[in-house]
């Protein structure tokens, strides 16, 4: 690596230099409640730029690290947000920030659910109690944050390609500046890391990639990638690097100080470290090291930058560090909700209450329980299907599947374009293949989904979720873009679901039809609807009319034409616009759509036909390319009854901008999407 020649720690640090502080490493606190007041942190509170951390001792940075720790439990009790990856990183960030000299180093985070202590170090200690809030500090890296934030993330697997380019781009001006990527090995499975290492051994490019390995991703890593990674650590040797940046092959030291999950019951011989992957590629290696040992961290990559080419450190820590419950259950502490207010007044009177009721009311499901409710029952009559997700078990809510099918799902880790055209190879062989993707990841296995799947007419079902404004994750996981992407395919059959009753028969519809087909739901909870049986299957492009207010003579008659979930905010505005001009003055048809495609073109008819003066179309994606824009391409070009009658016609939805974080009630009203905002336009339609 080149050096920067503006970091104050440009000279190589040898490991004699930390003899004094190994054995720190070792002292870091662990915690077992978040903390409800701000904690007393007064090495923290001397940092407002990571320049800041230069006069610190290796003693000071180990104590700043229990002290950053216990400020982002505090904080991720205020606010929520991700949790684990964060905690696991602490020593890594300091460290970071101790020999690098940003912004004029650039440090490239993968992903982002692991850079909340990089905020706190970068002058934004006090805002992060308003991450993922409206208006607060975003949940990922973003440059118009921070010009710490190098690179805007949110999908996994990119650091590597943005790093190389960085680096190609500052030797091509002659700025010799340290380009650090942090990779975790969850994301290291994305094919696009390794496209990235594969050029930047061609390109010889100056790059250091630091491996964060902690066993897990959101899901558990799997495949051959990470029984690599456990081989590498389970052999209880390293890839040492000496004071001049050459390789050595030792014993690695205290192997047994971290409670890390075994993959294999026996433990490997002394392993072939030279012919590790990541040299094979034409890095050069060094590792696996102590992620939370400072010391340790500090020498390794302090001699790692300095050595010319690409380069890759592998590390090992611990996700959830330093909070017990995390690093027992990390997957359910990958992240967090705040922590709820307390209420003294009602413990008194809960405590009192002997004889409290226990409520009987059953929760609305999630749309993703709707999703693994259907899976199960599917694949209980049916052996024909086959369950696929790129890492996303548990937010699928694929677990039960997974368990009671073994054999019948496929993690592919995090590989979308795989997911989709393993997909269409499965098809091909007579089975039938479901994907079960978020809206905002389909994106990434698009070309996949056309050249692969659609353009064969396979028998593939998508299962899209988090479909619509996702909320606190912000713009990088809204998936407000599939109805415009999806409905200029031929062969597509697109679904939009009203509730969960509607989703679990659309689901079962859309599986049964012999072709390329999508249900689209939304992330979080349902209406509370409840799921009739037995299971039925809808016609398909057929719409439904939800009511009918106000008297077939009025003057004015609105049709207002709401895609997914949509139908309940369509009843509620149609009920205030009657009550605002009167029965007689103004009527309003809800209809459900159900189909993005096809559309009930007949029902669009028929509305004109019975004298709609006005017609509004209503979802939660872009209005640019989406259902409205459906509509109005069959009225326009197709509709013998709107050419001649020509009523007026708006669409609602998601205006042309990326739409900023905050909760989902912010985020629609932001886009004019809540009652009072889709009321608001449509007494200017009616206007």
């Keep these: 690596m080149q050096q920067s020649p503006h970091s104050p720690q440009s000279q190589s640090v040898s490991a004699s230099a930390f003899e004094s502080a190994a054995q720190l490493s070792n002292l870091q606190q662990t915690y077992a409640v978040i903390p409800r007041v ?23 940075l180990i104590g700043l690290a229990d002290e950053l720790r216990l400020f982002l439990l505090y904080s991720a009790g205020q606010s929520g947000g991700h949790f684990g990856a964060n905690l696991g990183v602490v020593e890594l960030t300091i460290a970071l920030h101790y020999l690098l000299d940003a912004p004029q180093d650039q440090i490239v985070w993968d992903v982002g659910h692991q850079a909340y202590a990089h905020k706190v170090l970068t002058g934004r200690r006090d805002q992060l109690e308003s991450i993922r809030s409206k208006e607060g500090l975003t949940a990922f890296p973003e440059r118009a944050e921070s010009v710490y934030d190098t690179f805007g993330v949110g999908h996994s697997s990119t650091s590597i390609s943005a790093g190389l380019g960085m680096s190609l781009s500052l030797r091509y001006q002659g700025r010799a500046q340290t380009v650090a990527c942090i990779i975790g090995d969850g994301a290291m499975t994305g094919g696009m890391a390794f496209e990235a290492m594969n050029d930047a051994v061609q390109q010889d490019a100056d790059l250091l990639v630091i491996l964060n390995d902690n066993d897990m991703s959101i899901s558990c890593s ?110 359910g502490y990958h992240a967090i909700s705040k922590l709820p207010a307390e209420d003294n007044e009602a413990k008194d009177k809960i405590a009192s209450h002997s004889e409290a009721k226990v409520s009987t009311v059953k929760p609305a499901l999630k749309y993703s329980q709707v999703f693994g409710q259907f899976l199960c029952d599917k694949a209980a009559e049916d052996d024909k299907l086959l369950a696929i997700t790129p890492a996303m078990e548990e937010g699928s809510g694929m677990i039960d599947f997974a368990r009671h099918f073994p054999e019948r799902f496929f993690d592919v880790a995090i590989a979308e374009q795989h997911a989709v055209t393993l997909a269409a190879g499965m098809a091909t062989q007579g089975v039938k293949p479901i994907v079960a993707i978020y809206s905002t990841f389909l994106q990434r296995g698009y070309d996949q989904l056309i050249h692969d799947v659609a353009l064969q007419n396979l028998d593939v079902m998508f299962a899209i979720d988090r479909a619509g404004l996702v909320g606190e994750d912000g713009a990088t996981h809204a998936g407000v873009f599939d109805f415009g992407f999806l409905r200029c395919v031929p062969n597509m059959l697109i679904a939009a679901p009203k509730d969960e009753n509607e989703c679990y028969h659309l689901l079962n519809t859309c599986y049964e039809y012999q072709g390329c087909t999508a249900v689209r739901y939304p992330r979080g909870t349902g209406t509370g609807a409840v799921i009739d049986q037995p299971v039925q299957n809808y016609p398909i492009g057929k719409a439904v009319v939800e009511s009918i207010l106000g008297q077939d003579n009025a003057p004015k008659k609105l049709a207002l034409l709401a895609f997914g979930t949509m139908v309940a905010t369509a009843q509620q505005a149609a009920e205030s616009i009657v009550q605002a001009y009167s029965e007689s003055a103004c009527q309003v048809q809800v209809v459900n759509m159900r189909w993005v495609k096809p559309l009930d073109t007949e029902r669009l008819e028929r509305l004109i036909e019975q004298g709609v003066t006005h017609i509004a179309t209503l979802e939660e994606h872009m209005i640019m390319g989406g259902a409205g824009s459906a509509v109005n391409e069959y009225l326009l070009n197709d509709s013998i009854a709107f050419k001649r009658t020509r009523p007026a016609i708006c669409n609602i939805g ?34």
């Design 222 to 331: 799997i495949g051959g990638f990470s029984r690599h990674l456990a081989m590498l650590w389970e052999s209880g040797y390293q890839v040492d690097i000496s004071d001049t940046g050459e390789p050595i092959i030792c014993k690695r030291p205290d192997m047994q100080a971290f409670n890390r999950r075994k993959r294999h019951k026996e433990m490997r011989d002394v392993p072939q470290l030279e012919d590790n992957l990541f040299k094979a590629i034409g890095f050069t290696y060094f590792g696996p090291f102590d992620g939370h040992n400072i010391p340790e961290l500090l020498r390794v990559l302090s001699l790692a930058k300095q050595v010319k080419g690409p380069v890759l450190v592998h590390i090992y820590t611990t996700k959830g560090k330093g909070f017990a419950p995390a690093e027992l259950d990390p997957v």
């Design 654 to 687: 998601i205006p042309d901008r990326f739409i900023a974080h905050g909760s989902q009630a912010e985020q629609l009203a932001d886009c004019g999407l809540d009652v009072a905002g889709v009321v608001g336009q449509l007494r200017k339609l009616l206007s």
């Design 38 to 60: 701000r904690p007393h942190t007064p090495l923290l509170d001397s940092i407002d730029t990571p320049s800041d951390l230069n006069a610190f001792t290796t003693d000071e």
